[in-house]
């Protein structure tokens, strides 16, 4: 079956510290790939994706490149901020002609501090 | 910005009540799904539903379970009977295709007691 892992948390960095949270899946076919971030008391929000291969994805800092040859998909970013404490979620999902459904990682919490 | 809004935020129900939770998808959105997370752990996926019927189902989604859509814009999630087990952030999602991305609501904290 299809599944996500992804590095166990929390992570604790100061503030522009340089930041890595590792995601590898395992998929019948080629999936999509997110990564969602929930802060404190909402709700999901999506962060970046990539659909194929090499593909980059960005969004506010925040990078992760497709790698089919290692199936990650690592979230970087250079200088992270006190903001940017959240839970980060790495996500899969396969165009299967019918609504996609999202599988998800458990989750790195990401607690920045000053 | 065009959101998925969830009602209520957060319910308490006791044991063995019937819960309704109510979200309304983006309007022009056609795939409609429900995940939960037991706190501290994954979201999992429960239901996708399109065209007026369920697409795909997890193993958590047994006969307790039920969605619909009764008019345009709502979409509810029914647990008939509910265990304390049940007891999450339910969340729900809309895509605009099968393949696009997925805007999630700001869940509905269910506490059964």
């Known amino acids: 079956g299809n599944s996500v892992t992804q590095m166990e948390g929390p992570v604790t960095l100061s503030e522009e510290a340089f930041l890595t949270i590792n995601c590898t899946y395992t998929?019948?076919?080629?999936?999509?790939l997110f990564w969602y971030v929930q802060y404190p008391g909402e709700g999901l929000q999506l962060l970046l994706k990539a659909t194929k291969a090499d593909d980059k994805g960005s969004n506010k800092g925040f990078e992760a490149t497709y790698r089919k040859e290692t199936t990650s998909f690592h979230l970087e970013k250079g200088s992270v901020q006190v903001s940017d404490s959240a839970v980060y979620f790495c996500a899969l999902s396969l165009n299967t002609g019918t609504a996609s459904k999202l599988t998800f990682g458990t989750g790195t919490r990401l607690q920045v501090t000053l | 910005e065009p959101e998925v809004t969830q009602t209520p935020s957060h319910q308490v129900t006791q044991m063995g009540q019937e819960v309704i939770l109510r979200c309304v998808p983006i309007s022009n959105h056609l795939y409609f799904y429900w995940y939960r997370q037991i706190l501290g752990q994954k979201v999992e996926f429960l239901v996708s539903f399109y065209n007026n019927e369920i697409s795909e189902k997890s193993e958590i989604f047994d006969d307790q379970f039920s969605v619909e859509r009764p008019d345009g814009s709502n979409f509810t999630l029914k647990i008939r009977s509910t265990k304390l087990e049940d007891s999450a952030m339910y969340f729900c999602?809309?895509?605009?295709?099968?393949?696009?991305?997925?805007?999630f609501g700001q869940g509905t904290r269910l506490t059964v007691v």
């Open positions: 998929a019948t076919g080629y999936p999509s």
């Open positions: 999602a809309s895509s605009a295709e099968s393949n696009t991305e997925a805007f």
